[in-house]
Structure formats: C-alpha cells, structure tokens
C-alpha cells in the first residue's frame, strides 16, 4: 500500500515558468489538499477537494491551480513561478470529510522541496 | 474559527530527559484532536490521536490527554531519546472539514 505519493521530490524552477506537481492516493480517500510549508510559517492550506470534480481554496491559493478528475489524483499547478513559490509542498489525504467525522487522521506525501530561482 | 497554538521552539533536552510539549486549542463543538510527527526530510505522520474528552492517546511512549476544561492537549514523553529528534505538529478536527494544524514545535534531543 503506497499511500500518498508526491513526484518530484525535488524541482528547480525559473522564474516564469509554469510546472505541476503530482499527487496520488491508492486509499480511495475523498478529501485530499495542498499545504505549503515555510519557516516559520507552520502548515498553509492551498487548496482542497472534497472529491471528484469539486475543489476550494484554502488561506493562500493565489498562483496555484488545481483539478480532481478522479478520486485518485490532485495535481498542483504553478501558472507563472515566483521566488515567493520557493517552498516545500505537501498533499494530504483523508477517509471521511464530513463534518463530525473528526477521527479521521490526514495521510501526508513525502513532499516536494520547490527552489524557484 | 478554529485554532491550535502550541509552544515555539525550538525545544532542546538531553536524553532520557521529560518532554512536555503544550498545545490548547480553541474549538466549537467537540473536535478531534490530533499529534503529527515530522521527521527531517519527510512528511508529517499521524503519532496519536483522541477523539473525546478525557480520552488518553499514546504511541511510541509518548501520551496526550484531551482535556475539555483547560482546552488542551499537551504532548508528554517520560525520556526522550536522539531519535526522538523533530518536529511535531498539534492539529484538530471539529465542525469543518478542513483539519487545523498549530505551526509546530521542533525538537531537538542531544545524546
């Protein structure tokens, strides 16, 4: 049982450039999300689907695009790459999504480290 | 809205030393809360979990006790050892789907 896999795990990007990062799930999860992570900054929600087709944003999703054409997958994508972009993304995943079903742990990728230069 | 703060660090023990590590929350309703472990290099992992008041999770030696009247969650470990070394995030779960995560709390245990 893979869980959640991120690819790459390393990426340097030009700035301007566009780029998408792959997340995958083989626990038929519903809810799956973006984080990135700073120093300093903890964990900052980028976007978030609560299945196929339907997708939010989160606190911080300018730049970024997302789709969930099956349960599946959830890839980021970088439209333009800014400096500010530089940082370490994670995809997550969860069981249940609704509300009151709080036991539900998040299973996290091994993250993407993203330098853009 | 929801909120976790937990203590900033870093933390920094010898071995076999006590680890607290102090988490509250504020939350409606009667969430459910959470410890992830990060180790360097490599995603956040689910160290324990509770999902009531007063309810205890443990794992790995370490234990957390949900307690409803002080909002909190603190994380504890009776000796702590170099592989211990990390960083640990406090999170709940309530009303909404969307977890809440506290900004974490690096560890870091000399021998």
């Known amino acids: 049982n893979a869980g959640v896999t991120q690819t790459p795990k390393f990426q340097v990007l030009k700035t301007g450039q566009s780029m998408t990062l792959q997340c995958a799930q083989d626990?038929?999860?519903?809810?799956m999300s973006w984080y990135r992570q700073d120093p300093g900054m903890g964990l900052r929600l980028i976007h978030y689907?609560?299945?196929?087709?339907?997708?939010d944003q989160g606190e911080v999703p300018n730049g970024y695009n997302v789709s969930r054409s099956t349960t599946e997958d959830f890839p980021l994508r970088l439209l333009s790459a800014a400096p500010s972009q530089t940082s370490v993304y994670f995809c997550?995943?969860?069981?249940?999504?609704?509300?009151?079903?709080?036991?539900?742990?998040?299973?996290f990728g091994q993250g993407t480290r993203l330098t853009v230069v | 809205g929801d909120s976790v703060t937990q203590m900033e660090g870093p933390v920094t023990l010898s071995e076999e030393a006590f680890l607290t590590i102090n988490c509250t929350y504020t939350?409606?309703?009667?969430?459910?809360l959470f410890w992830y472990v990060q180790y360097p290099g490599e995603g956040l992992q689910l160290l324990l979990k509770?999902?009531?008041?007063?309810d205890k999770g443990s794992n790995k030696g370490f234990e957390a006790t949900y307690r409803k009247e002080t909002t909190s969650f603190h994380l504890e470990k009776g000796s702590v050892q170099v592989s211990d070394s990390a960083v640990y995030f406090c999170?709940?779960?309530?009303?909404?789907?969307?977890?809440?995560f506290g900004r974490g709390t690096s560890l870091i245990v000399h021998p």
């Open positions: 999170a709940l779960r309530g009303g909404s789907y969307i977890p809440t």
């Open positions: 939350a409606t309703g009667y969430p459910s």
């Open positions: 689907s609560v299945g196929a087709g339907i997708t």
């Open positions: 997550a995943s969860s069981y249940d999504f609704r509300p009151g079903s709080g036991a539900t742990e998040a299973f």
């Open positions: 626990m038929n999860h519903e809810y």
């Open positions: 509770a999902t009531k008041a007063d």
